[in-house]
């Protein structure tokens, strides 16, 4: 069973930046991120497909947010910068079968790591 680990999650200040990061137990085609905040249902953030270099990312955090490959084959980070409280929440990473950016092509998930942002 493949499995997913995220962590770099923490507490920041408005303005913060954190790097999140997910590995896997083998190579994995897509990745994406969602979040959770309280009482909030779980919302997509970004997506990468490792073949292509593709990337897409949720209007809320384009331009502050950042998917990528790391070296190692199957590790995959996120970089947050400018953080608000508002991105506040539980962080997924989760493997994408097919390749799109919403919930329903979750495929496997990660057991989250948590983002507080203070004002």
């Known amino acids: 069973q493949e499995q997913l680990t995220e962590s770099g999650g923490g507490s920041v200040h408005t303005g913060g930046s954190l790097r999140l990061a997910c590995a896997a137990t083998?190579?994995?085609?897509?990745i994406g991120w969602f979040r959770q905040a309280p009482g909030k249902e779980r919302e997509a953030v970004a997506l990468i497909a490792l073949i292509t270099g593709r990337t897409l990312y949720v209007p809320s955090v384009k331009g502050r947010f950042n998917i990528s490959q790391g070296i190692a084959e199957n590790e995959w980070y996120l970089q947050m910068n400018n953080l608000n409280p508002e991105d506040t929440a539980m962080y997924y990473c989760?493997?994408?079968?097919?390749?799109?950016?919403?919930?329903?092509?979750?495929?496997?998930w990660g057991q989250g790591t948590l983002v507080a942002v203070s004002s």
């Open positions: 989760a493997a994408l079968s097919p390749c799109l950016l919403k919930i329903g092509s979750v495929d496997i």
């Open positions: 083998k190579g994995i085609d897509c």
